[in-house]
């Protein structure tokens, strides 16, 4: 079974301020997108930039067999939101964007404005096969493009950059805080009997603090000593599954020429012991084939075929 993560880059119906100008162009963008679904063959995908929950049924309706598509009903400004794409059945364990009860809301912006909640929704589902279920959560953390007053992409100096460098950062720590929150409950205090996939675009990398602050308990990482060496933690923590991508792989999105993985899967301990595997893209397409992107007006892609993002996934066997 494959289960992934893939961002589908402003995936909506023509016209309007981001969706492709013209049919033509939404269904070159469709049939790109298809064509990678079907050749990955996922169980589970989760999906992140869903524009027009119209748009996600037209790309199910282009795919052999029947699909089902779940969404969160948390979007943000631009319209865009979470959910899955599944050919499996599943149903809603939680759609929620409020921050939790202790962390206070976030500067975001020089006016002082603040924010306690995440900017797109955190929609998890349990997911049911004939061996076993499994609960997977989907999210989609603050981007690192940074927007500036009166709908800027370039600042004034460097001190507006340094500051929305930093409330840019808030509020993604802030969403993951939301994500760990909502993955506790799910692992129902242990993750060895209980199996829950995080999947969805950090917008960082298996490094920064805000990717870490999913993990749990430090230490059994994956490559590490204590991988195979059981211990208290085990309940609580997840694995990224991203040194298991063969190296040639290990990214998601090129950004100005660098590759990088901002897109990622992490497993509690149960189903890290099914874990047979894991990679990007899918077969047949090479993720160096990625168009290198750089910050900016994101509707200046409205009308690029496919996504600006490979999928990332691992495969598992009960």
Same mark, same amino acid.
């Given at each position: 079974?494959?289960?992934?993560?893939?961002?589908?880059?402003?995936?909506?119906?023509?016209?309007?301020?981001?969706?492709?100008?013209?049919?033509?162009?939404?269904?070159?963008?469709?049939?790109?997108?298809?064509?990678?679904?079907?050749?990955?063959?996922?169980?589970?995908?989760?999906?992140?930039?869903?524009?027009?929950?119209?748009?996600?049924?037209?790309?199910?309706?282009?795919?052999?067999?029947?699909?089902?598509?779940?969404?969160?009903?948390?979007?943000?400004?631009?319209?865009?939101?979470?959910?899955?794409?599944?050919?499996?059945?599943?149903?809603?364990?939680?759609?929620?964007?409020?921050?939790?009860?202790?962390?206070?809301?976030?500067?975001?912006?020089?006016?002082?404005?603040?924010?306690?909640?995440?900017?797109?929704?955190?929609?998890?589902?349990?997911?049911?096969?004939?061996?076993?279920?499994?609960? #997977?959560?989907?999210?989609? +953390?603050?981007?690192?493009? $940074?927007?500036?007053? &009166?709908?800027?992409? @370039?600042? =004034?100096?460097? !001190?507006?950059?340094?500051?929305?460098?930093?409330?840019?950062?808030?509020?993604?720590?802030?969403?993951?805080?939301?994500?760990?929150?909502?993955?506790?409950?799910?692992?129902?205090?242990?993750?060895?009997?209980?199996?829950?996939?995080?999947?969805?675009?950090?917008?960082?990398?298996?490094?920064?603090?805000?990717?870490?602050?999913?993990?749990?308990?430090?230490?059994?990482?994956?490559?590490?000593?204590?991988?195979?060496?059981?211990?208290?933690?085990?309940?609580?923590?997840?694995?990224?599954?991203?040194?298991?991508?063969?190296?040639?792989?290990?990214?998601?999105?090129?950004? #100005?020429?660098?590759?990088? +993985?901002?897109?990622?899967? $992490?497993?509690?301990? &149960?189903?890290?012991? @099914?874990? =047979?595997?894991? !990679?990007?893209?899918?077969?047949?397409?090479?993720?160096?084939?990625?168009?290198?992107?750089?910050?900016?007006?994101?509707?200046?892609?409205?009308?690029?075929?496919?996504?600006?993002?490979?999928?990332?996934?691992?495969?598992?066997?009960?």
């Amino acid at each position: 079974m494959i289960v992934g993560t893939w961002n589908l880059e402003n995936l909506y119906r023509p016209g309007g301020a981001f969706g492709p100008k013209d049919k033509a162009a939404y269904e070159a963008k469709l049939g790109s997108l298809a064509a990678t679904v079907t050749a990955l063959r996922p169980s589970v995908l989760a999906v992140q930039e869903v524009g027009d929950p119209a748009a996600l049924t037209d790309l199910a309706g282009m795919l052999e067999g029947t699909w089902h598509v779940t969404l969160s009903e948390h979007a943000d400004d631009r319209g865009i939101r979470v959910g899955f794409l599944t050919s499996l059945p599943v149903f809603v364990q939680a759609d929620e964007a409020a921050f939790p009860e202790e962390l206070r809301p976030v500067q975001a912006d020089d006016a002082g404005r603040t924010t306690g909640r995440a900017g797109r929704g955190i929609l998890a589902v349990t997911v049911t096969t004939r061996a076993f279920f499994f609960d #997977a959560v989907v999210c989609h +953390l603050k981007s690192k493009l $940074l927007t500036y007053p &009166g709908g800027r992409f @370039q600042p =004034r100096d460097e !001190g507006e950059r340094a500051r929305a460098g930093a409330y840019a950062l808030y509020r993604r720590t802030a969403e993951a805080t939301v994500v760990r929150a909502v993955a506790d409950r799910l692992l129902k205090g242990d993750g060895r009997e209980h199996h829950v996939a995080v999947l969805g675009d950090l917008n960082d990398e298996v490094g920064a603090a805000t990717t870490q602050i999913l993990l749990g308990p430090p230490g059994s990482e994956i490559g590490t000593p204590g991988f195979d060496r059981p211990d208290k933690g085990d309940a609580a923590r997840l694995w990224n599954v991203a040194p298991l991508i063969p190296p040639e792989q290990r990214f998601s999105r090129i950004h #100005a020429g660098r590759r990088e +993985l901002i897109d990622h899967v $992490l497993v509690s301990r &149960g189903l890290m012991d @099914q874990v =047979r595997g894991a !990679g990007t893209g899918a077969p047949g397409t090479s993720t160096a084939a990625l168009p290198s992107v750089a910050d900016g007006d994101p509707a200046a892609r409205r009308d690029a075929a496919g996504s600006d993002h490979a999928p990332v996934w691992m495969r598992i066997q009960p």
